[in-house]
C-alpha cells in the first residue's frame, strides 16, 4: 500500500489548490470493451477462461472463500498458493471498442478538476491504456493514471481525500465523479466514502459522491446515476 500511495500522491500533490473534483474512471466495460481473457489453472489442475467482469470477479471470490482467503483482489494470494492465473491479456489493450458515452464525457476538462483512470489491471498496462486515449483523440496528458494493483478503489479514494488537507481541517475535494461498471467496486467505494467515521471529520459540508453505473445494453450502453 505505501508504494502505491507514492504512486499517486505525486499527482495529486501538483497544484492541488485550485482542485475541488476528482473524475475518476475506470477502464475495462468503461471507457472500453476488450476481448481480454483471463485463464485459470488451480493447484488442483482443473481449468477455467474468464471472458468479463462479472466471471472474473465471481470466480475470484469463490476461490478465495475455498481457500479461506480475506482480500479485496485476492489474485495475489491465490498465486502464492498454486494458482496459475494468466493476466497477460490485460497488459495490452486487446482490440478495443470505444464507450463513447463515458469517452464523450471523460473529453470534457476542467481547470478545477482532475481527471484520473484507476484500473485493477497491474501497472504494466498503463502505458497501453494511455496510448489507446491518444489513439481516440483524448489528451493522455490531462489524465492521471492508477494501477491499484490489489487494493481497493475505496480505499484508494480515502486516501486521496485525506492527502490535502486545508488549512479549515478539511479536504480540498468536495466532489468524486465515479465511472465503473462493477457492483463490487461502486459497493466497496460507497461503504468506504459514504459511511466512513474515518474520514468524516475531513469531508467538507457540500461534499458529493455522485457514482455513474456503466450498463451494458442490448443496443449498447448506459449510465445510472447512484449518491451516497
Known amino acids: 500500500?505505501?508504494?502505491?500511495?507514492?504512486?499517486w500522491r505525486k499527482f495529486i500533490a501538483e497544484d492541488y489548490e485550485p482542485v475541488t473534483t476528482l473524475r475518476i474512471f475506470d477502464f475495462d466495460e468503461t471507457i472500453a470493451h476488450t476481448e481480454s481473457e483471463t485463464r485459470v489453472t488451480a493447484?488442483?489442475?482443473?481449468?477455467?477462461?474468464?471472458?468479463?467482469q462479472q466471471e472474473f470477479e465471481e470466480y475470484m471470490n469463490a476461490a478465495a472463500d475455498k481457500e479461506?482467503?480475506?482480500?479485496f483482489d485476492a489474485v495475489d494470494e491465490l498465486m502464492d498458493i498454486g494458482y496459475?492465473?494468466?493476466l497477460s491479456d490485460?497488459?495490452?489493450?486487446?482490440d478495443p471498442d470505444e464507450i463513447k458515452i463515458v469517452t464523450d464525457i471523460m473529453r470534457e476538462f476542467s481547470d478545477n478538476s482532475k481527471t484520473y483512470i484507476m484500473t485493477a489491471r497491474r501497472g504494466n498496462s498503463l502505458g497501453p491504456i494511455m496510448d489507446y486515449l491518444d489513439e481516440i483523440d483524448i489528451d493522455s496528458s490531462q489524465i492521471r493514471p492508477i494501477a491499484t494493483q490489489g487494493e481497493s478503489k475505496g480505499d484508494v479514494m480515502v486516501a486521496?481525500?485525506?492527502?490535502?488537507?486545508l488549512?479549515?481541517?478539511k479536504s480540498n475535494i468536495n466532489r468524486i465523479e465515479y465511472y465503473e461498471d462493477s457492483q463490487k467496486n461502486i459497493d466497496d467505494v460507497r461503504a468506504k466514502i459514504c459511511n466512513n467515521p474515518e474520514i468524516e471529520e475531513v469531508k467538507p459540508e457540500d461534499f458529493e459522491l455522485i457514482i455513474y453505473k456503466v450498463v451494458r445494453i442490448d443496443s449498447g450502453y448506459k449510465l445510472e446515476t447512484i449518491a451516497c
Open 1 to 7: 500500500m505505501k508504494h502505491l500511495l507514492e504512486n
Open 43 to 52: 493447484p488442483d489442475g482443473s481449468t477455467a477462461t474468464l471472458r468479463d
Open 68 to 71: 479461506g482467503i480475506e482480500a
Open 84 to 86: 496459475k492465473i494468466d
Open 90 to 94: 490485460f497488459s495490452i489493450v486487446k
Open 160 to 165: 486521496m481525500m485525506k492527502n490535502k488537507i
Open 167 to 169: 488549512p479549515n481541517g
